[in-house]
Nanobody
């Protein structure tokens, strides 16, 4: 069974940084891309960026390019989302995704 668990969210001031983690299990982690999505209050879920099995990063959202990046640790079946220069509009529940499987998200709140 595929399981994904995001963690690391919290309250941060604008301009600050957070690192989110996603623990994955139930599939051959090394072979697959993992993506981060987010859902802001009252808005649809949107894709942010994705990391391939070879650690190539694809940005789905131009609003985070230059501020967010991903990394992965295949030995630990973990991916990370480093978020810098956070803005109030980054406030959302953040989810990691693998082939349509969703885990419990983690809430990020950015105060102005």
């Amino acid at each position: 069974e595929v399981q994904l668990q995001a963690s690391g969210g919290g309250l941060v001031q604008a301009g600050g940084s957070l690192r989110l983690s996603c623990a994955a299990s139930g599939f051959i982690f090394d072979d697959y891309s993992i993506a981060w999505y987010r859902q802001a209050p009252g808005k649809e879920r949107e894709g942010i960026l994705c990391i391939s099995s070879r650690e190539g990063i694809t940005y789905y959202s131009g609003s985070v390019k230059g501020r967010f990046t991903m990394s992965r640790d295949n030995a630990k079946n973990m991916v990370y989302l480093q978020m810098n220069n956070l803005k109030p509009e980054d406030t959302a529940v953040y989810y990691c995704n693998h082939l349509g499987h969703w885990g419990q998200g983690t809430l990020v709140t950015v105060s102005s």
